[in-house]
């Protein structure tokens, strides 16, 4: 699986009954209980987000995200906590004076249309307010605090919301307005300790909106209606979570997982089991996807066939991938053939392409008897990024992994497990993960895995090395690192 991450075009924490705009503030606070500053017996906030969806979709159209396989894709949204990193401040108060909240649940919901699930959609602005409240409001030049959209009761300049806050948790909204129990609930997540990160899962959502079945303009997280009315406290409690203005590498973001895995059986084919074979096509070297999967015909080494017409699906743009079912071990070993047909590119009907792949014994894979295998010390050397590179976050980049045994100059291109892992580093003993245990790609010729710098923050980046070897699960760490720097 490969992932890539889609992050906030705008947002803004809304404040109840206020005219707040806090649309820059690196801080996403959402709190509950007495309004600070005011006599009011209630106050709380809402985050309102929207998600810029443009290069996953430009992705999608490209066939470098491809769903031609039956594997879709799946989507949660991240945000991390700000108390995440020091326990010390659970059940504690902020420098603000607010408690940290514990035992509640966040609700993510679709903005609303205008009259609820019917109506026009109201697009908004997410403003340029720092502050929550103007502690010295006297000061001409405090600039941090702005009451421009938007805020709890204006979208825009000229346009007000539908309902103030945009729903009511009451359920008293005019027939105008837009009530609790007429939103769109997308997700919702516990959090006992106050402490855990969002991981809302949105895949139905983004899939839809993808598919253009749904329409929207962003998103509010919140909490409960009956959270937000309780009364009658004497303090408020409050959760953060770092917003896209944040300083730090912890920029909140839409994860995208997507199957892009190669696994070509090609040079290891087995007889009476299934096995993967792969096409790759290219146009001077840019990947090349045909206008229909082809098909494929499996013939013996006498012209005979042996599976005729197999269905083809698009692993990504330019590879093309086949099931062949388990061919009988009779003959093995043994050349057969793979035909692949009806190939159209524009239009244009290009001829068959034939390749070819031995049948190996099952006694060539599998080994059984009084004899173990002994765990293999591999070392790596990479092609496609340098150590200690400096890459511009504008290059996608094809990373060749060359697995040799370890202390010899040998290449060894056998059928190996590996998997990588992507990280950056905060602190001396804290690794932040960008993306988890992935397996490498494995064609006939090489390894290789993917590695997309545009949607990645700058940063200095780390590779780690897994391999699986007579059950012994092998970590090499650090085997590349190189860092993203920003275009100008």
Known sequence: MSIHRSYFDKSNTIVYNSYTNTGRNPIVELF?????????????????????????????NDDVISTNCGVGLTHTLRMTNTSFFDKELLNDKTSQGRRRATSFDLLLFRIPRVSGATGSLQPWDSGVGYDYYDFNITNLNDRAFSTRPTNWFERTTINEWSQPGLYDNTNSAPASGVNYNELTL???????????DIEFDMTNEINGVL??????????????????????????????????????????????????????????????????????????????TFDFNPAVDILDSSGNIVYNNLSTCLVTDGIYRVLVPPIDCSNAPCLYYDVWSDIYVNGVLFDNV??????????NRFKIGTSTE??????????GIKQDEKILNTDLRKVNVTIKRAYTSKTVLENIEAYYRIYVREGANTEVQVQDWTRINQTPDSYYFMFDTTDKIPNEYFVDIRVVSDRNTDTYKRALQFQIVNKK
């Not at 005011?38 to 999608?60: E, H, V």
């Not at 002994?374 to 092609?383: E, V």
């Open 374 to 383: 002994s765990p293999k010390i591999y070392g790596f050397s990479f092609d």
């Open 32 to 60: 509950y209980g007495r309004a600070n500053n005011t006599s009011a017996p209630i106050g709380f906030s809402r985050y309102l987000f929207n998600i810029d969806l443009t290069s996953l979709q430009q992705k999608i």
């Open 354 to 363: 034939e390749n070819e792949f031995a049948l190996i014994e099952k006694s």
């Open 186 to 196: 997308v997700a919702q997540q516990h959090f006992e300790f106050g402490n855990e």
């Open 211 to 288: 598919a253009n079945t749904i329409q929207t303009e962003g998103y509010i997280i919140a909490f409960y209606p009956e959270v937000e009315n309780i009364s009658g406290m004497s303090e408020n409690y409050s959760v953060g979570f770092f917003s896209p203005h944040t300083q730090t590498f912890y920029e909140p973001y839409l994860e995208t997982s997507y199957s892009d895995l190669v696994t070509d059986n090609r040079n290891n084919f087995i007889c009476g089991v299934n096995n993967y074979l792969y096409l790759y096509s290219y146009d001077n070297g840019v990947p090349l």
